[in-house]
């Protein structure tokens, strides 16, 4: 191979699925079955976060890294770096000495994906494509207004509903292996994460399983065993919720429950606290979720059963918000918290649960706000607002899952705009 490919070209033909229709395998001849590529992981660590993987017939949730040649990985020194003990998969574009030799920095070996023998096309081909793919932030940016609003609006109510649809597909294969209100739990807590921790707080939620916290007497053990096993508790900095006698006392009530625990805390490596406001960091987070998981929290006993009531109340937007937000709590979560929890958890969840609920999800999902992030910004340029909740997940569906892809011709949107040039030369 001459020259060395960029190593964004290895997340296109990751992200884009630009492989050969055949099965692939590891370099140690274990089957991979992609169920999702994972999210690009735009923060420091892991290039995907959140990917789901058969391998050899077991399933993994983690992430996956990407580089041109194996010996990347410890050249970049992840062989040292706990936060990519995460990593269910490396994915390299060509074999070298190092191949099929690495660790995580925890020991484990590390399954391997090269790439080479499953192109779809050679790469002299695909580096072509690359190179001459547009750059604009959207396909069709220039002509959006082009596109009547009827068009619009029911291909993004199409995608809404797509999203939607496979989110709660994908909690349903999570409770094929642990009981729903598990799997609940695991959402809350990698929500509360949001992009930054989802990984960590996922993996803190599946060592302290909701079973083992609802045996805790008091919302202090649970205060304690959340943030220790967390393995935040060491390097835990007083401020104006968390005093210096208060970090003590954590720490001494830990090491008395961490026999019974039984459990190794989280690497505080992996959690990420550089450039976030002091609302966000991990420990506050985790402050937050004490009130759901104390011997009064709405998680300790049927928290199904509540969520459903309170989405049968004459204002559910209101019902469920207040489930989320106890008063008298400390530290507790924002409206905009509140909103994303009840978008990126509760909804999926509740669809999953009960797909005769969906009517009144959809019409909880119209009463939230539209996010303001990278992608709902994209489509603002060319003058789209969304004007509700719904309709902002329609567009990170159609970004991802079209726009991104460049699948123009499978876009209702690409599809006028195509038929309007070919009709009107």
Not at 264 to 292: D, K, M
Not at 372 to 382: E, H, N
């Amino acid at each position: 191979m001459h020259g060395r490919p960029p190593e964004a070209l290895l997340h296109d033909l990751w992200a884009h699925g630009l492989l050969a229709a055949r099965p692939l395998r590891t370099t140690a001849g274990e089957s991979v079955q992609i169920l999702h590529t994972g999210e690009a992981n735009p923060e420091a660590g892991p290039d995907f976060l959140d990917a789901c993987l058969l391998i050899d017939g077991t399933r993994w949730y983690g992430a996956v890294e990407l580089h041109v040649r194996s010996a990347e990985w410890t050249a970049h020194g992840h062989h040292r770096d706990p936060r990519y003990n995460s990593v269910i998969l490396h994915v390299v574009l060509e074999a070298d000495a190092t191949t099929g030799r690495l660790r995580r920095a925890d020991g484990t070996p590390l399954p391997e994906l090269v790439l080479a023998p499953y192109l779809s096309r050679p790469l002299r081909e695909l580096l072509y494509a690359f190179y001459r793919r547009p750059r604009l932030p959207l396909p069709c940016a220039s002509q959006w207004n082009a596109v009547p609003e009827a068009v619009r609006t029911s291909w993004l109510e199409a995608l809404g509903w797509q999203r939607f649809r496979e989110r709660a597909h994908n909690i349903r294969q999570r409770w094929q292996e642990v009981p729903p209100d598990q799997v609940l739990y695991e959402l809350l807590l990698t929500a509360l994460g949001y992009v930054p921790n989802a990984e960590p707080m996922r993996m803190l939620a599946e060592r302290l399983p909701l079973a083992v916290l609802r045996t805790l007497p008091t919302a202090e053990d649970v205060e304690a065993a959340l943030l220790g096993v967390a393995g935040l508790l060491e390097g835990l900095s007083p401020d104006r919720l968390l005093t210096a006698a208060r970090c003590e006392t954590l720490r001494a009530r830990f090491a008395r429950l961490q026999p019974d625990l039984n459990v190794a805390p989280v690497p505080a490596l992996l959690w990420q606290r550089g450039g976030l406001r002091p609302a966000n960091r991990p420990e506050r987070r985790l402050l937050q979720a004490v009130a759901w998981l104390a011997p009064d929290g709405w998680l300790r006993q049927d928290p199904v059963a509540r969520l459903e009531a309170a989405l049968q109340q004459p204002q559910p937007l209101t019902a469920l918000r207040r489930l989320l937000r106890p008063s008298g709590t400390r530290a507790a979560p924002g409206r905009q918290r509140l909103d994303l929890l009840l978008l990126n958890a509760i909804v999926p969840f509740l669809l999953a649960r009960n797909a005769s609920l969906a009517p009144r999800l959809i019409l909880l999902l119209q009463a939230l706000p539209p996010e303001q992030d990278q992608i709902t910004r994209r489509f603002a340029r060319p003058g789209y607002l969304p004007p509700n909740a719904f309709f902002s997940q329609a567009l990170h569906q159609l970004y991802r899952k079209y726009c991104q892809q460049l699948r123009c011709l499978q876009c209702a949107i690409g599809r006028y705009l195509i038929d309007f040039h070919t009709d009107n030369p």
